[in-house]
């Protein structure tokens, strides 16, 4: 029976995924396995890194259209995305760098007004290249920066929805010197009743076992895709 709203598992359903996870441990070996990262050849020559702001993909293309990712290629369906979720996903991620690795890190207000000119000056450079410039005129020795696809709000409380948070943005580590892809991680998340998959329990039970927000939602997605981040 189709139901126009998503209700909070009872107590039963908990139970029998905690059974059916129980046996299928030993073949599912707790999931999926992560997808391959970009990785570099040898050392990465990095020291100076500059975190430039999240760009939003729908700021030139329209909700709904499946883009690829102009650095990654990874593929994305667009969504909403609201002003200021980029500045959001930006310090979430200046925050995490500055906690889990020891690079000296330029901030994304010193890299603002070198884009602003650039992108000015040429309207016609793609992201990669926009990027290398404001690294070279920074004397960066990488840039890390990221694109939002989605950043779709939930729709209810934590408890009973109608429309759940769904989130989707890629990362990308590049060498200024010779513009090489050093590293890649990309999320492309919709939060649903754990009635429907199963293979979500964990996530589900790191969230609190509730409806996660966007931005609740997000922040265990750049977790995830960080934990692959190289590190000196």
């Not at 709904?64 to 310090?91: I, K, N, Q, W």
């Amino acid at each position: 029976m189709c139901r126009s709203r998503a209700e909070w598992p009872t107590g039963i359903a908990v139970l029998v995924v905690f059974v059916c996870v129980g046996l299928c441990l030993g073949g599912c070996a707790g999931g999926q396995a992560a997808p391959d990262r970009a990785e570099s050849a040898g050392p990465l020559n990095v020291e100076s890194l500059l975190v430039a702001p999240f760009y939003i993909a729908t700021e030139r293309y329209e909700v709904g259209t499946t883009l690829e990712c102009s650095v990654c290629g990874a593929v994305f369906v667009t969504g909403p995305v609201a002003r200021g979720d980029d500045t959001y996903m930006t310090e979430q991620l200046l925050a995490y760098l500055k906690s889990k690795t020891t690079f000296s890190l330029i901030p994304p207000e010193e890299g603002e007004g070198v884009r602003s000119k650039i992108v000015f000056d040429s309207i016609d450079q793609s992201r990669r290249d926009v990027l290398l410039e404001i690294g070279k005129k920074l004397d960066a020795d990488a840039v890390v920066s990221g694109t939002l696809f989605r950043f779709r709000r939930r729709v209810g409380t934590g408890y009973s929805v109608e429309t759940p948070a769904s989130v989707a943005f890629s990362i990308y580590l590049i060498r200024v010197a010779d513009g090489r892809l050093l590293w890649d991680g990309h999320f492309d998340e919709t939060q649903k009743p754990l009635s429907e998959d199963l293979f979500r329990l964990f996530s589900f039970i790191k969230g609190g076992g509730a409806w996660l927000t966007a931005e609740e939602l997000a922040r265990q997605g750049l977790d995830k895709v960080m934990a692959t981040f190289p590190v000196q």
